[in-house]
Nanobody, 124 residues
Framework: QVQLVESGGGLVQAGGSLRLSCAAS????????MGWFRQAPGKEREFVAA?????????AYKDSVKGRFTISRDNTKNTVDLEMNSLKPEDTGVYYC????????????????WGQGTQVTVSS
């Protein structure tokens, strides 16, 4: 049974930091690229960041988070993290991790497995 479980969300002031983590199980983690998406109220789910299957390899980011967010993965622990710095109110939303066999997947329909999401709220 495939499971992706996100953690680390919360309420933070603008300019602050949060680190999200996603624990994966039930599939060959090191054969899948991992991505983070977010969805704000009333908006469509959007791509945030992705990392290829091998550690230390390619990453991709939404333009508005480049230089502020960093995605990383640990294939020994089956986890993928999203370090978020200099947070802005427009970063508010439910953050989801997802797994895909494609590279680079920037559309949600390219992803095979999804977590339930974790709420991130950035106050101004």
């Amino acid at each position: 049974q495939v499971q992706l479980v996100e953690s680390g969300g919360g309420l933070v002031q603008a300019g602050g930091s949060l680190r999200l983590s996603c624990a994966a199980s039930g599939y060959a983690f090191n054969r899948y690229a991992m991505g983070w998406f977010r969805q704000a109220p009333g908006k469509e789910r959007e791509f945030v960041a992705a990392i290829r299957w091998s550690e230390g390899t390619s990453t991709a980011y939404k333009d508005s988070v480049k230089g502020r967010f960093t995605i990383s993965r640990d294939n020994t622990k089956n986890t993928v993290d999203l370090e978020m710095n200099s947070l802005k109110p427009e970063d508010t939303g439910v953050y989801y991790c997802a797994a895909t066999e494609r590279w680079v997947g920037r559309r949600s329909d390219e992803y095979d497995y999804w977590g339930q999401g974790t709420q991130v709220t950035v106050s101004s």
